[in-house]
């Protein structure tokens, strides 16, 4: 998840992904610039709110919660199926 979150704030060049914002949602498309590689909104340099990672075919990978950047509440890990294959907590206990 690490991963994500760092690239969600590197230059469009990254790992060669496109990225747009649309109606507030900030797009990233994997290398082949076609399908969606992630989505949600930022503040300033950070992500804030929901935000889904999918694979190439389109299927969800795992959705989660960011609040100031950091990654809070429910996350969950889909399988390949796009079905709810694992929920963690990313609350700071």
């Known amino acids: 998840m690490e991963n994500e979150k760092c690239d969600l704030i590197h230059s469009n060049s990254i790992k060669g992904k496109k990225l747009e914002v649309i109606d507030g949602y900030t797009i ?8 969606i590689w992630s989505k949600g909104k930022m503040i300033g340099e950070q992500p804030d709110g ?4 999918y694979r190439v075919d389109g ?11 950091n990654p809070v509440g429910e996350w969950v890990t889909y399988d ?3 079905e709810k ?8 206990k």
């Open 50 to 53: 929901y935000w889904e990672w």
């Open 80 to 82: 390949s199926k796009g």
């Open 59 to 69: 299927t969800i990978k795992r959705s989660g919660y960011f609040q100031n950047g």
């Open 85 to 92: 294959y694992k929920t963690s907590n990313r609350d700071k």
């Open 28 to 35: 990233k498309y994997h290398a082949n610039g076609k399908t």
